[in-house]
């Protein structure tokens, strides 16, 4: 998939446009991108998603974001975007007239622009879709969507991260929620105790659940086992050593290499308890051993 960060950047040809967020590619975002996917061969024009770093709410709002630029990146091409523009939403562009945005969009050379029916661009909101059909032939809109009754949505998500619910952030983002980051060097605690794990570094801003989770770590396919381990993950400030910062921990099965510097992806499957505090060390060594084999157990039937 190619990648722009501005409109200018890329070719001058038509296009077919979504535009949005696109925070978690979850489930309503996938139904834009299937509208914009057979807007793009019925015009036999390149699909192009245009999405702002960060997301609009981050800044606007100051929540927390559920995919970084490259874990975006990914999943739109996975899911057959040809092209997206990654512009950075700075309070400047955010304060820019609807006017601006809308001649963006007219260097795209849209047939066909996409997006949910309570789009709404520029200073103040002022922009909406009435304003797209100055832009395009054709402006499709999409409702809500919504799994079993209820609104699939970025927000929605995040309150189930919130409360560890992965299940829950899962069935509506379509697949098991991930984090990626580079693992770097904690205080060896874990070794200590018999359960050495990787400390993974994420971006500051990123959502994770809180607790202790069976997950699947993926790193890069020439490491043993093809990359690809079972583990269990804790999210949280570790209150039985008085942390004070967030961490996040991984317990690798099986594996006794040294991944310091690799990038690994972690894979939330179930959530196994939430995070607390214990009277030393040998009482919260036993509680991790009873959380590896429930990882393990949760696990059995995953590759």
Do not use: C
Request: overall charge neutral.
């Amino acid at each position: 998939m190619k990648t722009y960060v501005s409109p200018a950047q890329r070719p001058d040809t038509a296009t077919v446009v979504a535009v949005g967020s696109f925070d978690g590619v979850h489930l309503g975002h996938q139904a834009l991108i299937a509208q914009l996917k057979a807007k793009s061969r019925q015009h036999r024009v390149p699909s192009v998603v245009y999405t702002f770093d960060p997301p609009t709410r981050v800044l606007t709002q100051g929540v927390e974001f559920l995919s970084t630029v490259p874990e975006k990146l990914e999943l739109l091409a996975r899911y057959g975007v040809d092209e997206a523009v990654v512009a950075s939403f700075t309070p400047e562009f955010a304060s820019r007239p609807k006017e601006a945005f809308l001649d963006d969009l007219r260097t795209l050379r849209p047939q066909t622009i996409v997006v949910g029916e309570d789009f709404h661009f520029g200073r103040g909101r002022a922009g909406g879709v009435d304003d797209l059909r100055t832009v395009a032939p054709e402006v499709v809109t999409l409702p809500m969507h919504q799994l079993g009754g209820e609104d699939i949505k970025s927000t929605r998500i995040r309150e189930y991260l919130k409360v560890g619910d992965v299940d829950g952030a899962g069935r509506l983002l379509g697949r098991h929620y991930d984090a990626q980051g580079v693992v770097v060097q904690g205080d060896r605690l874990g070794r200590t105790i018999g359960f050495p794990t990787a400390n993974i570094s994420v971006p500051d801003g990123k959502a994770l659940p809180l607790g202790v989770f069976a997950v699947v770590v993926i790193g890069d396919p020439s490491l043993p086992e093809d990359g690809r381990w079972h583990g269990v993950a804790n999210v949280g400030f570790r209150p039985t050593v008085n942390g004070t910062t967030r961490r996040f921990e991984v317990n690798v099965f099986d594996f006794g290499g040294d991944l310091y510097g690799r990038e690994l992806q972690i894979k939330f499957f179930a959530h196994l308890r939430g995070e607390q505090k214990f009277a030393g060390l040998d009482e919260l060594k036993a509680q991790i051993a009873r959380d590896a084999q429930a990882a393990r157990d949760a696990l059995a039937d995953v590759r």
